[in-house]
């Protein structure tokens, strides 16, 4: 049974600094990763997917990576803004390895502040 | 183009009520997810439609629970009778491709229920 992490629950940075968001599973049998962000009361917004054949993603000031043999995968955000704060949740996708269903395995996310 | 929606956005009912949440998704996308977070809990998935036939419904908690997607369009998720462990928020998510298992899931807002 896929089991996601996010380390930390909880981060708390001043504006402008580079940080790095940790997601580590215990299957490496998926098809794809996904990183969203959810703001207070609102839906899920998709960041990044990375398909299991891909190593990384870049979007803008994000840049997601895969390492499937260490069931690790990290969202960087570069020079960060108060705008980014927002719970990050990274999602493990469906498993080929016949163990999983059809939808997505999320850890409990990471509760992301930047000061002004 | 409208993203995923849902109704209602709340909903408080009593103990062995009947609840039924909608979900219209992205006009064309053929994958429809159901999904939900209890308190302290990560999110979970439910089930997951192509069209109008459940693919997997290895996540629904029990038979309390029937989703519906009559026509291949929006779905419905009914809780009969609820009960005070039902409370949470119910997120929909839809994908467009065949492919669906390495395609976006687009999330909606969610519902909260909350059962008295």
Request: aromatic content about 10%.
């Amino acid at each position: 049974k896929q089991e996601v992490t996010q380390i930390p629950a909880a981060l708390s940075v001043p504006e402008g600094e580079n940080l790095v968001l940790n997601c580590s599973f215990t299957d490496s049998a998926i098809y794809n990763l996904q990183w969203f962000r959810q703001d207070p009361g609102k839906g899920l917004t998709s960041l990044l997917l990375i398909q299991s054949s891909q190593r990384e993603q870049t979007s803008g000031r994000l840049n997601a990576s895969l390492d499937k043999s260490s069931g690790r995968s990290t969202l960087y955000i570069a020079a960060s803004q108060p705008g980014d704060s927002a719970t990050y949740l990274c999602a493990g996708g469906p498993m080929y390895s016949g163990g999983g269903a059809d939808g997505l395995t999320f850890g409990k996310g990471t509760h992301l502040i930047i000061q002004p | 183009e409208a993203g995923v929606t849902q109704f209602p956005s709340h909903s408080v009912i009593e103990k062995g009520q009947t609840v039924t949440l909608r979900c219209d998704p992205i006009s064309g996308h053929d994958n429809l997810y159901w999904y939900r977070r209890v308190m302290g809990k990560e999110i979970k998935f439910l089930l997951h439609f192509v069209k109008e036939s459940k693919q997997d419904e290895s996540g629904m908690p029990n038979n309390r629970f029937l989703a519906e997607r009559t026509g291949g369009t929006y779905s419905t998720l009914k809780v009969q009778p609820a009960e005070l462990e039902d409370s949470g928020v119910y997120f929909c998510a839809s994908s467009q491709r065949q492919d669906f298992l390495t395609d976006t899931q687009y999330f909606g807002p969610g519902t909260r229920l909350t059962v008295l």
